[in-house]
């Protein structure tokens, strides 16, 4: 069903138009300019896709209703489903998305301060006979990629109703404090992540390392503070990938002054010695990332967390790895 997708997160990828322009430094290597080069395409100039494409949900949605099967479409993955280019486009795909309720759309952006005008223009073109926003089959998420993306985009997020709010937080470029207090405006007083079970927060965090030739470093202690920051609000974590250039503090650099020391990858694996734990697996790669991070550390274990990724609907995606239910792992190692 669909166009299938390498993106771990999603099952398929829907692209009502195509084309986008960068924002941020986590756009720098973005992987559509490169592929859109390969096909000869202008990656800066937004077009709307032929109708096969644009209208193909609705053949999808009638195999979603035959088989039951949960179906997660990222949306826009070669675009940003809130820029300005598409306004004129946005309101058929969103009509798209709710007459096709058998499958989940995500949909991620960079641009969360024009949701509402999105939201306004729905309100707007359609009446009667189409459910009002939010979507229950549509997830809002942001992409962030350090402190100051996230401080900018995520109370965007927060103040925008949604049946499910999520972030990216790929390529990861710097560390990311999920828990603190941020205000803006005045509307949004409180941490991006809370266990109080108000409707006000993040359901989902998606982490990473950048992939590619020309990827920048991680260090692997950002992701792992996400992990246990999203372990103690009790919201779900996927730990996509740690990159082509993930890189060890060890031991830690700000207590011995020691040089950070890179995860030696050849021959297109991980090569990670592991001296003090005698778990160890072999790693696949993607472009030269990290992928399955099912894998131990020293002296710490990181796990693929799955809760979301196998559910199709809010519910589902309220639950997280207990770290202290793996073999191996107890909380000194944090």
Known sequence: MGISSNISWCDSTWNPWQGCHKVSQGCKNCY??????????QPDIVVRSKDATFYAPLEWEKQATLTREPHRVFTCSWSDFFIEEA???RPSALLIMARTPHLTYQILTKRPERI??????WNAAYHGGVPGWPFP???LGVSVENQ???DERIPWLLKTPAALRFVSYEPALGPVD?????????DFLGPYLHSLGLDTCLDWIICGGESGSRARPCNLAW??????????AGVACFVKQLGSKPYEEYPPASVLGAPARPLRLAGGESTVALQRNTCCRRHSTLHGAVTNVTVVLEPY???????????ARYGACKGFLNLADVPGMHEAAW
């Open 116 to 121: 509402q005008i999105a939201i306004d223009q």
């Open 32 to 41: 559509m300019f490169t592929d859109k080069a390969r096909y000869g395409q």
């Open 301 to 311: 274990l990181w796990h693929t967390f799955s809760a979301c990724v196998s559910g």
């Open 178 to 186: 999920f828990t603190k207090v941020c205000l803006s405006d005045g």
């Open 87 to 89: 306004d004129a486009w």
């Open 148 to 150: 100051a993306t996230a």
């Open 223 to 232: 992701l792992r503070s996400v992990v246990k920051q999203c372990q103690a």
């Open 137 to 139: 089959n549509v997830w």
